[in-house]
């Protein structure tokens, strides 16, 4: 599995403090529709389709909870979330869905503060936030079908994104790798991609509706089109969107497989100004042996090479990582060989996870021979080299020019995803061009150049 993150799941951390995190929705204030969205990029589009549809079926004082499988952690946190909004606000329905509904459907059917438990299929239905569904006269509390069973992933067109600048597009759903620590193919099902047609129609939708970046999420999008007529690769998908939506001003891919990454993905990064130079690698590790254990199809010197290759085509390119510290196994050797890599591979942006046993996977079952504070003093290590990497990328961009793309309170981001803060207003959306004048922290500060 890919992971495709948006916010810092439980139990991961950047090395970076940054400013213009999304907002958590924690406390349903308006007394009507709330929802709560834990984890990944994916998660975000489909809050938004849940949102739409729960607005037309006509559900009110509710609010639905979009979970995260990715730890055992990452569960928890989402009971202790539950329980604390069914205390702030005890007329409220709750309803439970996302990956940990998914694979644990009964453990949160069996808490008294949840009125409904719905699987990933059934959320993105209209029909499952009908009223009348719940209450005394229901159909039965869980509603999760056999996520194996579905073959194709139906696009939803989705007109907006609330609170945010920037907007998803899901391109492809599901994962069929099987990592020995992740359980997350259990709750999306097998990969399945969204044809081509229907990705377009949608980019050319939210560009209409104001949008000025576009992120293309999914699972494990570097699989995309395997399943389609034809079979197209992630890359002829991407040349061909940017053909058909020349009035797209910035696209951004999610999270990739280095091992999986298509010539032509490589063409369009190499010749295309507006697929933005940032791309996020679904690591994991960086020593040969733990990759293994792991399951991974690629090697330490894959992912070097690969940014090696990457930054020769495409100069201005930078990476961010998902990455594991005290997976079991793991010696201070073979540590050592991660810490490396993101040094060698230059990593800036990193979602850094001390292992956490994950029940139904298969590293669970390795007794781990690394204590929790060997894990989490690991992972510090590995933020703390990405940090460092961060800040050299920063000091350079001094002096230059760059695109930021304002997302709120005079904050956005610019082609490489640093965060980036103006001196001036300007109204949330703005895309503007900037002299980058120094830096505060781990925020660059600009200055609009004039037109």
């Known amino acids: ?30 007394n009507n529709l709330d929802i709560v969205t834990f984890g990944c990029r994916l998660n975000s589009y489909e809050s938004e389709v849940m949102r739409d549809n729960a607005r037309k079926a006509g559900l009110e004082d509710a609010i639905i909870f979009n979970t995260c499988a990715v730890t055992s952690e990452a569960e928890r946190q989402a009971r202790q979330a539950i329980r604390r909004a069914a205390r702030n606000n005890p007329d409220a329905k709750i309803i439970v869905t996302g990956c940990a509904a998914q694979v644990n459907s009964n453990q949160f059917a069996e808490m008294p503060e949840v009125s409904k438990v719905i699987g990933n299929i059934e959320k993105l239905e209209q029909e499952s936030f009908n009223p009348a569904s719940f209450g005394i006269e229901s159909s039965e509390k869980v509603q999760v079908n056999d996520i194996m069973s579905v073959k194709e992933t139906a696009n939803h067109l989705v007109a907006g994104f609330e609170g945010r600048a920037r907007a998803f597009v ?56 395997a399943d389609l007529p034809g079979t197209p690769s992630l890359g002829q998908m991407v040349r061909r969107l940017l053909q058909a939506v020349p009035e797209l001003p910035r696209l951004r891919i999610s999270s990739i497989d280095c091992i999986e990454m298509d010539e032509d993905l490589f063409d369009v990064i190499a010749s295309e100004p ?84 994950r029940p139904g996977t298969p590293a669970a079952r390795i007794p781990n021979q690394v204590p929790k504070n060997i894990r989490k003093e690991r992972a510090q290590k590995i933020r703390e080299a990405g940090k460092f990497q961060e800040e050299k990328y920063l000091e350079s ?48 500060i600009g200055e609009p150049i004039e037109s």
């Open 397 to 444: 961009c001094i002096g230059t020019e760059a695109q930021v793309l304002f997302e709120r309170n005079g904050l956005g981001r610019n082609e490489q995803f640093a965060c980036v803060k103006l001196s001036i207003d300007v109204p949330d959306g703005t895309l503007l061009n900037v002299k980058i004048t120094g830096r505060d922290g781990m925020t660059l």
């Open 170 to 225: 899901q391109v492809q759903n599901g994962c069929d790798h099987r990592c020995t620590f992740c359980i997350i193919p259990y709750g999306r099902g097998n990969s399945r991609s969204v044809p081509m047609g229907e990705i377009t129609q949608q980019v050319k939708s939210l560009i209409e509706n104001g949008y000025k970046e576009i992120v293309l999420t999914g699972v494990d999008i570097t699989s995309y089109g």
């Open 274 to 357: 507006r697929l933005m130079p940032h791309l996020h690698l679904s690591l994991q590790a960086g020593d040969d042996m733990i990759l293994k254990r792991m399951k991974r199809r690629h090697g330490r010197q894959d992912a070097i090479d690969l940014c090696k290759r990457l930054r020769d085509i495409r100069p201005d390119i930078v990476f961010g990582a998902d990455l594991i510290a005290g997976f079991p196994t793991e010696t201070d050797e073979m540590f050592e060989n991660t810490l490396k890599t993101v040094e060698e591979c230059g990593l800036l942006y990193l979602h850094v996870f001390p292992y956490s046993e």
């Open 1 to 30: 599995m890919v992971s495709d993150l948006n916010t810092n799941p439980p139990e991961a951390e950047n090395g970076t403090d940054d400013p213009i995190q999304p907002r958590p929705v924690e406390e349903h204030v308006d």
